[in-house]
């Protein structure tokens, strides 16, 4: 009888520990029955996808904005890891360190990810792809500036970008990369605070969509989803009572 009770300890332990790991690493997708709809439902960890008040993207309008203050930026030249990791495609930046000021408070570049179409969107409307350049300050806040991409010419970033079509876990690295080409030259913006657009969508965001959008052509937008395999934008989500700052 011992050794039965036993047995039956063991098993519940470890069906218990097994539920626990995949409530943890919880799959999420974009597509299915894990999509972004569900993303509350997978695991505790991402109940704030579902019950945040604070959540991204939005849809910008100018009819709560009030005038902001327009942000200064520039990146340096250098060497990125490039990987598809399954959700998107994300470049890591190697070496020095690159930061950036806002509101006063200091934020380090740690990577920079693509979004097809932009998961932004501006009166209702979604421009063909969105990047966002995460930054992280020393209380592990975050500052993300997403450049929205429109129908254009050629641009040269994204061509080293996507010259080789990585599969999902595959890497890359880029010597000198300009990323500049990514961003606007004119940095007017709307800014707000808001979350990950991705599980577990954690609201400790400040928000800097810059309003001008960079060219790149068909076959580069094309380049980017085959190696997304898709979409990969998470729908717009309530504004509620956010206060929007515009750069006007």
């Not at 993207?57 to 060497?79: E, H, M």
């Amino acid at each position: 009888m011992l050794n039965k009770h036993l047995f039956l300890s063991l098993l519940m332990a470890v069906s218990t520990a097994t539920v626990s790991a995949e409530t943890h690493h919880a799959h999420w997708s974009y597509t299915g029955e894990n999509d972004a709809a569900h993303w509350g439902d997978l695991s505790e960890d991402f109940a704030v996808c579902k019950t945040g008040k604070q959540q991204s993207p939005v849809d910008f309008s100018t009819t709560k904005a009030v005038k902001g203050k327009q942000l200064a930026y520039r990146y340096n030249i250098a060497d990125y890891k490039v990987e598809n990791n399954g959700h998107t495609l994300q470049a890591t930046p190697q070496g020095k360190a690159q930061t950036i000021v806002i509101n006063g408070k200091t934020y380090t570049f740690k990577q920079f990810h693509f979004h097809t179409p932009s998961e932004h969107t501006f009166k209702g409307k979604h421009f063909p792809m969105e990047a966002h350049f995460v930054h992280q300050a020393e209380d592990g806040t975050l500052a993300v500036i997403g450049s929205v991409f429109k129908p254009g010419k050629n641009n040269p970033a994204l061509s080293a970008l996507t010259a080789k079509k990585l599969n999902a876990g595959e890497s890359v690295t880029l010597k000198n990369l300009n990323i500049q080409a990514l961003l606007p030259k004119d940095s007017k913006s709307f800014q707000l605070k808001g979350s990950l657009t991705t599980p577990p969508c954690s609201e400790n965001v400040t928000w800097v969509v810059l309003k001008t959008p960079v060219q790149a052509d068909a076959a580069q937008f094309k380049a980017m989803r085959d190696i997304i395999g898709g979409e990969n934008n998470r729908p717009v989500q309530p504004l509620n009572d956010r206060e929007v700052n515009e750069d006007k």
